[in-house]
């Protein structure tokens, strides 16, 4: 025989403890809203739905051991709650509050005596979170081409090429929203025909462009989107309702499989006109949009919560377009200011999601274009008005350091208004 032997300790009741080598894990994952735990044994927990309380043994043993851990690394959303049922925790009765607030933890606990109870042995975060790998390709898709609104869309391959038109699903529009969801796909949403709708299309990740599928939320254009979270989730935020004057600041969650939740309430000031990318990890920022709302951005949380204002950095403007570069930064660029002034400044978003001052532009001022990471790490600008009306064609391809390069002629068909996304991990 060989091997390691284990040291267990032995109970007063004469019974040898199961070491931590030895658990005997659930086969069961926990989803409940509460759940009754036993010594000897490791637990899974998701919270994605609901938070949950943990009940421990009504009696325990020096050495008795359980270990729970986070599921879904959600705990920060909705976190556990040990209940000690009558016994210590970490030398407090179980009148004290016990709770696992942090996504990604485990908590493995052992009996000492009644005097300290329950113990941890660990309560660590595991830090290293999945992180899907980008998109590598782009779609653009939508907008208006003189006077008249399109459906059609244009593929951009892994090399930032821009692919000749297809021929349009969907309905025409111009400034809906678009972005990636479930990671390696894309969605198309909101827009304006002769009035805002609340239409999504679904974008595969071998670019292919799906049907009109029925709205929910209010219908509106010229809103901005961002991913959040490690799991395929997106939010549209912001807009104009119609009118002129009808722009909103409620959002709209997008989970992993592409479905459009209900509005959120509003945060931060109403506006349309404005751009989104995400930066960081799982996290998201909002900023720019209608100039008499003043020049304000808003972080949003890897949960697809969206903060209050904060006091925006940069030649405040309209219609610029947003895409991610390098590792978890994104950049802000083109649109028009105050006294149709079109721009071809840049902005960065660092990895903390604090935005730098004004770039030197690069490229044909204009606004209403659109914007996507493309190649894993770069991004590429198309379209656009210069403000006279004449619908732009060009590209701008942005480096793995955030610089923007200068025009380059497009094979699509010049538009303004359109939107785009990342979609597909294959080159």
Known sequence: MSGIVQNNILRSSGTVAVSAAG??????????????????????????????????????????????IDYARTWGTNKIIIDSNGLNYQGNDDTYTVEYT??????????????????????????????????????????????????????VNSSGVVASDTTGVGTERRIPGAVSYGGDKAIFAYGLTSSAVSMSNLVNNSGVVGNDVSGVGTARSGLATTTFGTTGQALFAYGEIGGGSGRTNISNKV???????????????????????????????????????????????????????????GT???????????????????????????????????????????????????????????????????????????????????SNTGVVASDVSAVATA????????YSYSA
Do not use: H
């Open 415 to 422: 538009r303004e208004g359109s939107a785009a996304s990342g």
């Open 255 to 313: 989970n992993n499989s592409g479905v459009i939740a209900s509005d959120t309430t509003g945060v931060g000031t109403s506006r349309s006109s404005l751009a989104g990318n995400a930066y960081g990890v799982g996290l998201g920022i909002f900023a720019y949009g209608t100039i008499s709302a003043g020049n304000v951005s808003n972080l949003v949380s890897n949960t697809g919560v969206v903060a209050t204002d904060v006091t925006g950095v």
């Open 23 to 68: 658990l005997n894990w659930s086969d069961t994952i926990i989803t409940g809203s509460t759940a009754t735990v036993e010594a000897g044994n490791g637990y899974w927990v998701n919270t994605t739905s609901n938070t949950c309380t943990i009940t421990l043994p009504s009696s325990a043993e020096k050495g008795d051991q359980i270990v729970i």
């Open 102 to 155: 942090t996504d990604g933890q485990s908590v493995n606990i052992v009996y000492s005596d009644a005097t300290k109870g329950w113990l941890p042995l660990e309560d660590d975060v595991t830090a290293d979170v999945p992180v899907a790998p980008p998109t590598q390709k782009a779609i653009i898709g939508y907008g208006r081409v003189g006077s008249t609104k399109v459906s059609t869309s244009n593929l």
């Open 316 to 398: 405040a403007r309209e219609a610029p377009g947003a895409a991610g570069y390098g590792t978890g930064l994104a950049l802000f660029a083109y649109g028009e200011a105050s006294g149709s002034n079109f721009l071809n400044e840049s902005n960065k978003v660092s990895f903390t999601g604090v935005v730098a001052s004004d770039t030197t532009g690069v490229g044909t001022e204009r606004y209403q274009v659109s914007a996507a990471s493309y190649g894993g790490d770069k991004a590429i600008f198309f379209g656009g008005d210069d403000g006279a009306g004449t619908r732009l064609g060009m590209t701008n391809l942005v």
